[in-house]
């Protein structure tokens, strides 16, 4: 613990640096002040952008201070201090302006969200540990302090929006190419409800309407095609009329036989019967 709270003035002091460099010198400033929500909290973008370029200066000097002092604990105060003014104003920011983006590091259109508040925390975490646990300054806390310096940088990166291209996008379409497809598991056969309600839609069923006397009773697939039959009558003979849909290319259209239930042999199907005829009274011209 006391390694890690010694390499925190480092760690911190690049962060703020880094953030402290481009409000004053970055050349979007202007644009990311006018983004962020401080013309809501100061009432014109031009206060903003003073507002933001004065935060940049503030963020140099502490910076500076961690660096050259990391061994007295006034700019691990100082640097308590901005990390718990970033998070109040991450806060004020989250709920008055919440399409706003945080225009820490960047002008990138990108609304306030956890990564922003976890790197205001890694400030004002990191600069009370150094406060209150660091042993040594950072310039002599061993050679162990490299692995703790390389990973916590890591982690900032990670939760800098900036570099999403760099390293998150490139992550996210790895995992995209290798990862289990999400329809995977889903059975790639077409439900044979689907099919029942297309099939009784069909020209070959509506052919054979007058014959059939029941819902779907049962169905199977074989070599691309799925078997449905439905119970019929032909006048007082009780029969089953057997529809074939196809499930594939090779296997396309609805096919029909009629099955006498008593004899098991193919019976034909019998003509619609003749609607009735209906005749109209002759209504004489007025």
């Known amino acids: 613990m006391s390694v890690i709270a010694s390499v925190q003035p480092l760690v911190i002091a690049a962060m703020l ?15 990311a002040a006018s983004r962020s929500a401080l013309p809501k909290l100061l009432g014109t973008d031009q206060r903003a ?28 105060a100082a640097a308590s201090v901005v990390g ?3 998070l109040a104003y991450l806060g ?18 990108e609304p306030i969200g956890w990564r922003s508040f976890a ?11 150094a406060l209150f646990a660091a042993t040594t300054p950072w310039w002599a806390a061993g050679p162990s302090a490299v692995v703790v310096v390389v990973l916590e940088a890591a982690l900032v990166l990670a939760l800098s929006p900036d570099f999403d291209r760099t390293w998150l996008m490139p992550v996210r379409a790895w995992w995209s190419r290798h990862r289990p497809h999400p329809l995977g598991d889903i059975p790639d056969t077409v439900p044979v409800t689907a099919t029942a309600l297309n099939l009784e839609r069909s020209e070959e069923f509506g052919r054979l309407s007058h014959v059939v006397r029941s819902g ?17 009558r032909i006048g007082a003979r009780a029969v089953t009329v057997v529809f074939a849909v196809g499930l594939d290319s090779t296997t ?5 036989s009629i099955v006498d239930e008593r004899t098991g042999e193919t019976v034909a199907a019998p003509p619609p019967p003749n609607p009735t005829p209906v005749t109209l009274p002759l209504v004489a011209p007025a």
Do not use: H, N, Q
């Not at 640096?17 to 644009?31: D, H, N, P």
């Not at 706003?100 to 990138?108: D, F, K």
């Not at 009773?217 to 078997?227: F, V």
């Open 17 to 31: 640096g880094w953030a402290g460099a481009y409000k004053l010198a970055g050349r979007t400033v202007g644009v």
């Open 49 to 76: 952008l003073v507002a933001y370029r004065v935060t940049g200066g503030v963020e140099l000097l502490v910076a500076v201070a961690l660096l050259v002092a990391g061994d007295t604990p006034v700019p691990a």
């Open 84 to 86: 718990a003014g970033f």
């Open 92 to 109: 004020y920011a989250r709920l008055a302006a919440p399409k706003s983006s945080c225009g820490c590091t960047s002008a990138r259109s």
């Open 119 to 129: 790197r205001a925390g890694i400030v004002a975490a990191g600069s009370l540990l």
């Open 216 to 232: 779907l009773i049962e169905s199977w697939d074989t070599e691309g095609w799925r078997i449905m039959t439905y119970g019929g």
């Open 252 to 256: 396309v259209g609805v096919r029909s």
